[in-house]
Each structure stands twice: as C-alpha cells, then as structure tokens.
C-alpha cells in the first residue's frame, strides 16, 4: 500500500499563490489515479483537482478552473497542486489521494484510495 505526505501549505494573502507537493512511497504510482481534496471547517470534504493517470485525462472543480493546475512527477513519485490567485474561500486543510481506481465523472480516486494526513492552506489579509 502507498503512502503519502503533503507539504507545501501554509497562511498567504489573497492573491498570491502556494504549491502543494505529496510525496509517494510504497508501490510504483504511474497508473494510479490522483486527486487533492479539502476540507474546510463545517463543511464536507470537497473534489478539488484529480488526475486519471491514463489518457491526460484531468478534472477541476469550477471555483479553480483556470487558478489551480494538478501534476505528477512520476520519477520523483510526487504529486504536486499549484495555487494561483488564492481566495479566503479556498482556505481548508488540504488532502491528497492516489488509488488504482477512479469515479469515471470526475477521475478522482475512489474510495479504496490512500489518503494523505492534510496540509493547512489559510488565506487572509
């Protein structure tokens, strides 16, 4: 099974920008499917960007369309989301996730996915 650690997060104002890295170690992670994910406070866990591995096929949720990209180092085994023009709404804790198989609506990992332990992404002036 893989594992996975995020990094990267942390308190920036509106409109600058973060890069979020996940390490992955365990298996060979090429095929694997990947997605960020987050999580703010009193709400449910949200789709953020996923990757299907295969195909070049990638999602994003429409409040990031055109701010976040998602990409995949496969040499380094690391999964990284760039953040651009960052909002006080995308403050959450952030997670990433990688598994064999995806939810062919949005080609984001299901649920026997591995899951990372969640970097905080605050933004504020």
């Known amino acids: 099974q893989i594992q996975l650690v995020e990094s990267g997060g942390g308190l920036v104002q509106p409109g600058n920008s973060l890069k979020l890295s996940c390490t992955v170690s365990?298996?060979?992670?090429?095929?694997?499917?990947i997605g960020w994910f987050r999580q703010a406070p009193g709400k449910e866990r949200e789709e953020v960007s996923c990757?299907?591995?295969?195909?070049?096929?990638?999602y994003y949720q429409d409040s990031v369309k055109g701010r976040f990209t998602i990409s995949r180092d496969n040499t380094k085994t690391a999964v990284y989301l760039q953040m651009n023009d960052l909002r006080p709404e995308d403050t959450a804790v952030y997670y990433c996730?990688?598994?064999?198989?995806?939810?062919?609506?949005?080609?984001?990992?299901?649920?026997?996915?591995?899951w990372g332990q969640g970097t905080q992404v605050t933004v504020s002036s």
């Open positions: 990757d299907a591995g295969i195909g070049g096929k990638t």
């Open positions: 996730a990688a598994g064999r198989t995806y939810h062919n609506k949005n080609f984001c990992p299901d649920e026997s996915a591995s």
């Open positions: 365990g298996e060979t992670f090429e095929f694997y499917a």
